[in-house]
């Protein structure tokens, strides 16, 4: 198997307030297209800062994560390649531990084969 190397992100976001602030931040940078990954719950919180971003011209491509518990490898290559077939400049991943943890791994192989 292959060492894979998860760097710490610049910027975490934390609070009540963050489901907004990511656009700002987002379009601070060259962030043009964002893949967005979240479960079921949390996607009505998400829409006012997706009408936001999509708004200000930002490209989104939502990923619901839809397995109960644990990813498995062929869950998560499926994820995958959704994700790296839009190209995004940014993975943000809004939930709890699964879908943080496959967020940062789509970070981290999405572009790779």
């Known amino acids: 198997m ?3 190397e998860i760097m710490t992100p610049k910027k975490v976001l934390i609070g009540s307030d963050c489901f907004q602030s990511w656009v700002d931040e987002a379009l601070q940078s060259s962030i043009k297209k964002v893949v967005v990954l979240s ?3 949390i996607w009505p919180m ?3 800062s997706l009408q936001l971003a ?3 011209g930002l490209k989104l491509k ?3 994560y839809t397995l109960p518990g644990e990813p498995t490898t ?3 290559d499926v994820l995958r390649k959704k994700a790296a077939s839009f190209r995004p400049d940014l993975i943000l991943g809004v939930g709890g ?3 943080l943890d496959v967020a940062k791994l789509l970070a981290a192989l999405c572009d790779r084969k």
Request: hydrophobic share 40%.
């Open 62 to 64: 939502k990923i619901d």
């Open 46 to 48: 998400l829409e006012a």
């Open 39 to 41: 479960v079921g719950p």
């Open 2 to 4: 292959n060492q894979v």
């Open 97 to 99: 531990g699964s879908v």
């Open 54 to 56: 999509a708004d200000k």
């Open 74 to 76: 062929e869950y998560f």
